[in-house]
């Protein structure tokens, strides 16, 4: 995730928002936008994400409190997801997510400091049949075992 290492400019937060062309209708796609480019989204830019897409910024921040996949405080480059739905559970998710949590020191939601880690949780990844299964970034990793977690974190 590139972002984690761009220094916050207000310039690229403008370069960010030409494309949306001021239309309410656009903010979750701006805040994806935002998100995909710093990682997270700095709470110093509601305000002029609010005034350049004519929306109030409780409006926007209400947008990011609502949806889980917007993130207010840098996250991690190498984001790890472990599900926590029932496919996963029955085969042994709570063990995968317990050695996860072991393994990166990290409880759900927490980040290691140097921002390599972050650890996160999720009712369902759509992947049953391969559970337990964990996402790194965008790779899924199904039927986990203390194996395979160790290789994919060690790879990492």
């Not at 409006?59 to 996949?69: D, I, K």
Request: hydrophobic share 40%.
């Amino acid at each position: 995730m590139e972002g984690l290492d761009t220094q916050i400019r207000r310039e690229d937060l403008d370069d960010i928002l030409e494309q949306f062309h001021g239309k309410p209708s656009e903010l979750i796609p701006a805040l994806q936008a935002v998100q995909e480019q710093y990682g997270y989204i700095p709470r110093e830019f509601v305000k002029p994400l609010a005034d350049a897409l004519h929306v109030f910024p409780s409006q926007v921040q209400g947008v990011m409190t609502f949806y889980a996949q917007f993130a207010m405080t840098p996250r991690g480059r190498n984001i790890v997801r472990v599900c926590r739905g029932t496919a996963c559970h029955v085969r042994g998710g709570r063990g995968v997510l317990r050695l996860v949590s072991r393994t990166l020191g990290l409880e759900d939601g927490e980040t290691t400091e140097d921002l390599k880690f972050t650890l996160e949780t999720v009712a369902c990844l759509g992947a049953c049949a391969l559970s337990p299964v964990m996402v790194v970034n965008k790779t899924y990793y199904g039927q986990m075992n203390p194996n395979r977690i160790e290789t994919v974190l060690d790879a990492l």
